[in-house]
């Protein structure tokens, strides 16, 4: 047992080189933010604490929320993130700042190629999670940011570290959409879980079962699309939503309902650097499933004459 635990971890280990990394090294832009300000620390004083009950009726704090929409509604999240952070300066327990500078941390790490700078936005989102969960336990803001930034991170962690990340993210993702069932990324991520722990293979359901006292159940590429059309019937303006469904259903061979995904996707507006990139990946994707679903269709006209010229000598 012992030699068979030894071969699963360095099979494993050996797995998780270089395909994680290379999967999440996708999207750079031009205008690179500035690296994460470390959150403030959980534990407060009892003086802190008194502040804090008070901001949020404070002039200063209300002032920096108003920014902050602002300017994330211009796609400005570095600057949004600074109001966040400032916020959280006159008061270190306001919800709504925690669980938006967490997600605005994953979008700003996702845009690096360097996992160094990845990983550090990545680090600040799980910080500013724990503290929202401090504040809210049973919070469907504060579980998604918390499955958003583990999920996050397991793209730059080894196999094994991997499989523990999915396992700890389960609860959060299902209390998220539980708390928050309008809350479309909560589903989306719910999908993309789904999906990759519907496609365990066996070394990992083998290890998730000798180390991780088994791998979480229930997961099926079916649950994965029913979140996914969850989140964009929630948000139809978010390309992200189509291109994830197109992929899965590539994948289940339904070439037609991701054409048809694809087809809607490429006529969305793009507003964002990282919307155009994906806009761009849909109209790539498209070609080869028409020229497939074409080819079955010659296919299926040929066997189709073929039995009806077979039917009528027959008569």
Known sequence: MVRVAKVLLLALGLAGLGGARAAHAQKTTTSQPSPPATPEPIELTNAQKKKASQAPDSVRLRQHLRNANALQAKYKDSEALAEYQAALKLDPQHY????????????????????????????????????????????????????????????????????????????????????????A?????????????????????????????????????????????????????????????????KYQGRRRRAIAILQEAIKLPAYTSEDLTINRLCQQLLPPLVRAAARRDRLHARWYDGLRMGEGRDK
């Open 185 to 249: 990324e909560g589903w989306q991520l719910l999908g993309r879980w789904y999906y990759r722990v519907a496609h365990y293979n066996v070394l990992e359901k083998t290890f998730s079962r000798v180390f991780l006292g088994g791998y979480p159940q229930g997961a099926t590429s079916q649950k994965a699309i029913d979140a996914l059309e969850t989140a964009r019937r929630l948000d139809p303006a978010r390309i992200q939503y189509y291109y994830d469904l197109a992929r899965i259903y």
């Open 96 to 183: 709504q700042s925690l669980w938006r500078a967490a997600a605005l941390s994953v979008s700003i790490g996702n845009r690096y190629s360097d996992e160094t700078r990845k990983s550090a936005y990545f680090d600040a989102a799980q910080d500013y999670a724990s503290r929202a969960l401090a504040v809210q336990a049973d919070g469907g803001e504060s579980n998604y940011v918390m499955a958003l930034a583990l999920f996050s991170q397991a793209g730059l962690l080894s196999a094994r570290d991997r499989l523990r990340i999915f396992k700890k993210i389960r609860p959060h993702v299902f209390l998220a959409t539980e708390c928050r069932p309008d809350l």
